[in-house]
């Protein structure tokens, strides 16, 4: 079964633009979660969605937004991008009747310059 | 807020030694607790989980944690460790109220020498 699929792997954009970063989620499983992996940081949780409905957020600004498609695909946007979203902004993804335990993507790296 | 704290930012052994990495959280409810590696150049892999029942879990790669509630910790442990678990780990929980969410302690990165 192929695992967590992110896209694209790797991201330069420069302050102020908008950024789209998708997500496939393990076939079968409908819940999809986010998070962010900073040095300074480290791994935080954006949000979930389950579906197509956001189910759970994290602590971050409205310029972070995601979404869920019928087929469990999820995608997340950042608004107005600042140099501090530089990170590694991680997918995973759980089957319902195994919610806790989530299964991670490699990540995509954005670069903000 | 809830915490996940992990002791050690890096720990140097050397191959045969025993492993013991700490961790920490502050909660005082029902929590699930995890402990996930990332190998270097791979993605995040979890190594063992607890929900409920017998504290000591046992997980891949011959890696074992042992949940002990009095003192809210969920220590990672490894009886001799080998050049190829040289990674980071993460140990990490979900609270039961706020649904799958994990949090995340710092990570301690393991350095292995052959």
Same mark, same amino acid.
């Given at each position: 079964?192929?695992?967590?699929?992110?896209?694209?792997?790797?991201?330069?954009?420069?302050?102020?633009?908008?950024?789209?970063?998708?997500?496939?989620?393990?076939?079968?499983?409908?819940?999809?979660?986010?998070?962010?992996?900073?040095?300074?940081?480290?791994?935080?949780?954006?949000?979930?969605?389950?579906?197509?409905?956001?189910?759970?957020?994290?602590?971050?600004?409205?310029?972070?937004?995601?979404?869920?498609?019928?087929?469990?695909?999820?995608?997340?946007?950042?608004?107005?991008?600042?140099?501090?979203?530089?990170?590694?902004?991680?997918?995973?993804?759980?089957?319902?009747?195994?919610?806790?335990?989530?299964?991670?993507?490699?990540?995509?790296?954005?670069?903000?310059? | 807020?809830?915490?996940?704290?992990?002791?050690?930012?890096?720990?140097?052994?050397?191959?045969?030694?025993?492993?013991?990495?700490?961790?920490?959280?502050?909660?005082?409810?029902?929590?699930?607790?995890?402990?996930?590696?990332?190998?270097?150049?791979?993605?995040?892999?979890?190594?063992?989980?607890?929900?409920?029942?017998? %504290?000591?879990?046992?997980?891949?790669?011959?890696?074992?944690?042992?949940?002990?509630?009095?003192?809210?910790?969920?220590?990672?442990?490894? %009886?001799?460790?080998?050049?190829?678990?040289?990674?980071?780990?993460?140990?990490?929980?979900?609270?039961?109220?706020?649904?799958?969410?994990?949090?995340?302690?710092?990570?301690?990165?393991?350095?292995?020498?052959?």
């Amino acid at each position: 079964k192929a695992g967590v699929t992110q896209t694209p792997r790797y991201l330069i954009k420069t302050r102020g633009q908008q950024v789209t970063l998708s997500c496939s989620p393990i076939s079968g499983h409908r819940s999809v979660s986010w998070y962010q992996q900073t040095p300074g940081q480290g791994l935080q949780f954006l949000f979930e969605y389950f579906s197509e409905t956001q189910r759970n957020k994290g602590n971050f600004p409205g310029r972070f937004s995601g979404r869920q498609f019928s087929n469990s695909r999820s995608e997340m946007n950042v608004s107005t991008l600042e140099l501090g979203d530089s990170a590694l902004y991680l997918c995973a993804s759980s089957f319902e009747t195994n919610p806790e335990t989530q299964y991670f993507g490699p990540g995509t790296r954005l670069l903000v310059l | 807020a809830q915490s996940v704290s992990q002791h050690n930012h890096h720990v140097i052994l050397s191959e045969a030694a025993s492993l013991e990495l700490g961790c920490n959280y502050s909660y005082g409810g029902t929590v699930n607790l995890f402990w996930y590696v990332q190998y270097p150049g791979q993605h995040l892999q979890l190594l063992l989980k607890y929900f409920s029942g017998d %504290p000591l879990v046992k997980g891949i790669k011959g890696f074992e944690a042992e949940f002990i509630k009095s003192k809210f910790s969920f220590n990672l442990r490894k %009886p001799s460790v080998q050049w190829s678990d040289t990674a980071e780990y993460f140990c990490a929980v979900t609270l039961n109220q706020a649904g799958t969410a994990l949090i995340f302690g710092k990570g301690t990165t393991l350095s292995v020498s052959s």
